[in-house]
């Protein structure tokens, strides 16, 4: 019989579809899965249970999913800090060539750690800078997520047009179109896991318009599909990209994207700011998801995408830290009062996103794009047992009439507890899974060592 895990007397906001909540109510977990929730406390005469947790002055939600990130930037955060995208890439670049795997593989724990000691119980690697001779850089993301616990995808990315094909990226940063679909390939069968519960899987992810040729994008697509996973890119992120595909392929981002295969159920794509309605119409019609990057498009002066637009379309839509070059910070929990914010500010209206919109965004929404809300992103009977308790009862929120608001638009809420597919990985704001002082160290110097390597060349 699977042990039980009981949580009573706290909120519970399990962004179902009919966004029930219960002021005071119970979680029980029966193995790796949620086995109940309800108002009131938990019923009585349950069989062995092995914990009781008093969650009181606490909000249980659904672990945060991530649905777009860079790892490799950890090492690279701070600098090229006033550009926009093109000239931050530029500025870049060269520095990203030079990462091996032990960098990426020290970026991946601080990126992870500080994801999942934030509440993130689903996250993401979008990795696409694959230097020559730098080793299995794939494997040690992956083997990284296990280590901590957290459910994880990799989307194996990639780079095929350089500035000689007049794309962005630098010769020596790329790889060929058959090096990149063999390598993503491998890594798909390697590392995919397709089941019901997975703790690892895959998706099939060549960068952005400005530095794929078509013919990747088109073939990626054909792999993923063959492979039955998932496709994630870049797209519309800037006024910059839009013009770049103007002049090279005489449309804008979403009708190229559509004419290489790219719109699709199956598909999510970063940022989506500059959008018209047609190409959101586009978005709602194939189901294809996104993933909005409200403090990077900040950072980058992107734009502010149109979320509103794209959820009274229909549009599946959740939310991603992007890189941490592009966001220092490297948390999602603070992208939900940026999500809010942002929405409002730039739609000019105060019902533009409330805070439970911003909430279902980072949770259930994240879980859409990923493909996995039959799994996890709610809490509900027999999904598995990702789940955050968030401590309220603070200086910063225990005035806050609403726990929803509280979470959202309050100070960061410290976690108390962070559980993935029942099994807890944070406890009191510190990772149980990892040593995130010895993380630290090994993160500063790994970005000294790739400084130091890119100052020589
Ligand atoms: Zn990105």
Known sequence: MAERIVIENCSIATVDADDTEYASGHVVIAGHRIEAVGAGRAP???????RRIDATGHLVTPGLVNTHHHYYQW??????????????LVALYPTWARIDEPMVRAAAQGSLAMMARGGVTTAMDHHYVYPKGSGDLSGAIVGVAREMGVRFTLARGSMDRSEKDGGLPPDFAVETLEGAL????ETVQQHHDASFDAMTQVAVAPCSPFSVSTELLKQGAELARRLGVRLHTHGSETVEEE???????????????ESAGWLGEDVWMAHCVHMND??????????????????SNARLAAGAARVPDMLAAGVPVGLGVDGTASNESGELHTELRNALLINRLGAHREAA?????????????????????AEIGSLEPGKLADLVLWNLDTLAHASIAD??????????????????????????NRLLTADEDAIARSTRQEAQRLARIAGQS
């Not at 996103?353 to 809300?373: E, F, K, M």
């Not at 608001?405 to 009191?428: C, D, K, M, Y």
């Open 44 to 50: 009585e005469g349950l069989e062995n249970v092995i």
């Open 75 to 88: 090492i690279t955060r701070g600098l090229a800090t006033d550009h926009n995208l093109f000239n931050w």
């Open 182 to 185: 063999a390598a993503t390939e």
């Open 243 to 257: 013009q770049f595909c103007k002049e090279l392929f005489g449309m804008g981002p979403t009708d190229y994207f």
């Open 278 to 295: 047609s190409d959101i119409d586009a978005f709602a019609r194939t189901k294809t998801g996104v993933a909005h990057c409200p403090s």
């Open 353 to 373: 996103l409330n805070a439970r919109q911003a909430l279902r965004l980072g949770t259930y929404g994240g879980a859409q794009v990923l493909g996995r809300s």
């Open 403 to 428: 726990p929803v608001a509280a979470l959202v638009l309050g100070a960061a809420a410290p976690v108390t507890a962070s559980f993935v597919n029942g099994r807890q990985i944070v406890e009191h």
